[in-house]
């Protein structure tokens, strides 16, 4: 693999990126999702539910929905945009390597992860007064696997799309909720079916949610959810590489220049 | 020197209807050539352009570059392997210097190898004013030649230029064509070339292909094809004399036709001289005279639909 490939391509996406137009969309909805949730958990709150840390918790799995939403987006959309630009040809012309190409976005995703991290958490603190970061030291783990699963869909529904094509682009941004119903993010797994508990728990997703769900509830940093999600994330992140790769030969068999 | 050889490549789409695309082709491009890649819509050209730029994998067969396998050294072999079509385009929301600036990275290139080769090759596409203008503010025929400046800004060996003259005004073509004999010239680079203008094919190959429903139907120099596929004709204006005219055409054996005081005659290019002797025997008198070669878009339009045997 060549850093400098590497490189290029992330620099091809953060040029992207620095357009008005999209770092308006890269703020545009966290602020959106921020305030309708923090409003809602506020309102929720005061109307004494019997759960005093529900802003804070409902609010610190929105910001951890919205990494895995980042990581996810930064794989489909810019294969999209390959797409729609008429680019992906050209790309794939060069020496550069699918290996190559996959590492860029996954690190395009971790960086942007950071300013939607950082964007999010001074937004709730100025809107709402609270602390994301509460939670300690543990979000660090917490971002690592909410990463990890963003990548695992993105890959996921990225090689549906580099065989299938445009007809395909919805996955983009339908495909990560598919997930969030079982992954418990806004309430604990306990409030599933028990078939949706037992989907649940299969979800590297759904322990993240519950381990933070703990913590601010006065409990310890829980290891074995911590490990769970974390081999769960391994799992299928292998599983999903292999896919994509095999869904990029299955298409180059067919012809790249079809998919523009 | 061969640095390109193609051994029996084939490429079949599979599907309901099976399609065979290429059937078994085989070809080399030397060192400091220009091979013109021709045929009707469907005869393989784009599928056979796609195989050597490695984003369609052949069905069967083999592909050199350099006298290595493409299959195995992909990366390694696209360093010095380029392409440019009128068919694709660049990130719209970038502009020319940031995509370039990509494009060369690609090619593990730093800005300072390929920064003054890329502003030369700008300049002399007259699109150097628009370095720092998105792509979605240029016209068709600026993205055509910025496709040429991406192709040829990091120094390649072998170029794969498919159409790169279509959507160009004609005196903007005729530059290009004038740019890629310089590369041909001074930096040796070998170029395999599609378009549908005959004339520029004609003008720019040193040998051309044929392909007709995926096989190679012809290959040859351009002007051999031409005089395979049609006799020359010559049209006279007859002063004086035009039935002595239609009966030296008629003991020479050959097809004339008088149109007012124009002959029109078709005969191989041998015959010419024996044909204006007789005629001077006959004393006829002709007042002006118009030879027309046969021309590659002749061969074009009679292999397009013939049989599979020319």
């Known amino acids: ?260 | 020197m061969s640095i390109l050889s193609v051994r029996d490549l084939h490429k079949t789409y599979l599907g309901k209807k099976p399609f065979k695309a290429v059937q078994g082709i085989s070809f080399d491009l030397n060192e400091g050539e220009i091979l013109g890649l021709l045929g009707p819509n469907g005869a393989g050209k784009t599928t056979t352009i796609q195989m050597l730029m490695s984003t369609l994998t052949p069905t069967k067969g083999d592909i050199f570059y350099f006298g290595k396998d493409f299959l195995k050294h992909r990366s390694e072999i696209l360093q010095y392997v380029t392409f440019a079509s009128t068919y694709v385009s660049l990130p719209w929301s970038l502009t020319i210097e940031q995509n370039l600036d990509v494009y060369g990275r690609l090619f593990c290139q730093s800005p300072k190898d390929f920064g003054k080769r890329c502003d030369l090759l700008l300049e002399r596409f007259g699109i150097l004013s628009k370095k720092r203008s998105r792509i979605s503010e240029l016209s068709s025929g600026q993205i055509t030649r910025l496709m040429l400046v991406k192709a040829f800004m990091i120094g390649p060996k072998i170029v794969l230029l498919d159409e790169p003259t279509a959507s160009l005004d004609p005196d903007i073509a005729h530059d290009v064509i004038q740019f890629i004999l310089e590369q041909r010239e001074k930096e040796k680079v070998s170029i395999l070339f599609t378009s549908h203008n005959m004339a520029e094919v004609s003008e720019v190959c040193d040998r051309v292909l044929f392909l007709r429903k995926g096989k190679i139907y012809a290959d040859d120099l351009p002007q051999n094809l031409a005089k395979r596929a049609a006799q020359s004709r010559i049209e006279l204006i007859i002063a004086e004399g035009m039935e002595k005219a239609l009966n030296v055409a008629k003991k020479l054996n050959m097809e004339a036709i008088a149109d007012h005081r124009c002959l029109k005659l078709k005969l191989d290019e041998a015959q010419i001289a024996s044909f204006l002797s007789s005629l001077a025997d006959a004393k006829v008198n002709y007042s002006g005279i118009e030879i027309i070669q046969p021309t590659l878009e002749d061969f074009f339009l009679k292999a397009a639909g013939a049989s599979d045997e020319l």
């Open chain 1, 1 to 260: 693999m060549s850093f400098k490939r590497i490189w290029g391509v992330f620099l091809r996406y953060y040029y992207y990126f620095s357009k008005l137009d999209n770092l308006a969309e890269v703020f545009y909805w966290p602020t959106i999702d921020i305030f309708l949730w923090g409003m809602t958990s506020v309102w929720i709150q005061r109307s004494e539910s019997g759960i005093p840390d529900i802003a804070i918790i409902i609010l610190t799995a929105l910001v951890f929905w919205q990494i895995l939403w980042r990581s996810n987006y930064e794989i489909t959309v810019n294969i999209l945009q390959e797409f729609w630009t008429r680019n992906f040809v050209n790309l794939f012309s060069t020496p550069l390597k699918l290996s190559e190409w996959m590492c860029s976005v996954m690190l395009v995703g971790f960086s942007k992860i950071w300013i939607t991290l950082g964007f999010s958490a001074l937004l709730i603190w100025l809107l709402f007064a609270l602390n994301i970061f509460e939670i300690g030291w543990a979000i660090l783990p917490y971002i690592a696997m909410m990463s990890l699963s963003g990548w695992v869909v993105g890959f996921l529904s990225g090689g549906v799309m580099v065989y299938f094509g445009q007809r395909m682009q919805m996955l983009a941004w339908m495909a990560p909720f598919l997930f969030a119903p079982f992954s418990a993010v806004f309430y604990p797994v306990s409030a599933l079916p028990p078939w949706g508990q037992a989907i649940g728990w299969c979800l590297p997703t759904t322990y993240v949610f519950e381990g933070m769900r703990s913590i601010l509830s006065g409990g310890p940093f829980s290891m074995h959810y911590f490990l769970m999600s974390f081999l769960l994330n391994m799992l299928f992140l292998g599983g999903v590489l292999f896919f994509f790769t095999r869904m990029f030969q299955k298409s180059r068999q067919k012809g790249l220049s079809r998919l523009e």
